[in-house]
């Protein structure tokens, strides 16, 4: 397995795996770490030994900086699997470009990147911020329909912008996970939340609309999600 480079600590910090319950059964690797915008620069992207694609040549600083810390943390997570060295490219609508036979997703926020990995089965995985209250609650029809918001209201222990952030991540999620098997594009309100375990932290969502023959109308997902202070991680595999 391939030595991974040293990590400049000014920029990635507590680069490491982030566990799933064993319950779960999920069999790949998840990649995780806290990156700083302030300690960004472009050299580190030879430091790190990840290609700097040409389509960044015109991008903010930003956008640069949250491209390496997901890079750099496919590269971890595919050598944890045994794969030899590769180039994670960018293919349609941005989606991350595998080796074959690994399915991958890679999510960032301002300050926290991730990429799950696993061999044969889709996977999908994001992080996002706390919202704002009132910009749940502006964002609240374009996310989720009617039964999905009375669903909502009846779980009394999060605030609604608590539930609408793992909602929206929830289904972000679905859609890293479900587009590299189809090709087709979706919106959140192609899929619909039908349950929420928050004792277990797990959540249901269900097809809307139909994608695929293999994607059908009425099809469930069982994902899992976790709180990180005002971050929230949801995770969803085509194994469960």
């Known amino acids: 397995m391939a030595a991974q480079r ?40 030879t430091e790190l030994a990840v290609f700097f694609p040409p389509s960044l040549t015109r991008a903010v600083p930003k956008r640069r900086a949250e491209f390496l810390a997901g890079r750099y943390l496919a590269s971890m997570a595919l050598t944890s699997l045994g794969q030899p060295p590769f180039t994670v490219g960018i293919g349609d609508n941005r989606a991350p470009q595998w080796p074959e036979n690994v399915c991958g ?22 992080v996002e911020t706390l919202m704002e209250e009132q ?22 222990r999060g605030s609604l912008a608590a539930l609408m952030t793992l909602t929206f991540s929830a289904k972000e999620s679905l859609f890293k996970m479900i587009y590299p098997q189809t090709g087709k594009s979706f919106g959140f309100l192609d899929a619909q939340l039908v349950a929420l375990n928050e004792e277990e932290c797990r959540f249901t969502l269900e097809l809307t609309r139909s994608l695929s023959v293999r994607f ?13 202070q005002k971050d929230v991680i949801t995770f969803l595999s085509a194994t469960n």
């Open 105 to 126: 997703s890679i999510s960032h926020n301002a300050h926290t990147a991730l990429c799950a990995v696993q061999t044969g089965a889709g996977v999908g995985i994001d």
């Open 6 to 45: 040293s990590v400049p600590e000014s920029f990635i910090t507590g680069a490491g795996w982030l566990n799933l319950p064993p319950e779960f059964g999920y069999s790949g690797k998840i990649a995780r770490c806290h990156f700083a915008l302030a300690a960004y620069r472009d050299d580190l992207f």
């Open 216 to 228: 059908p109308v009425g099809r469930r997902f069982e994902g899992i999600y976790l709180w990180d």
């Open 135 to 156: 910009q749940a609650r502006d964002f609240l029809p374009m996310i989720v329909n009617g039964a999905e918001h009375q669903l909502l209201c009846r779980h009394q």
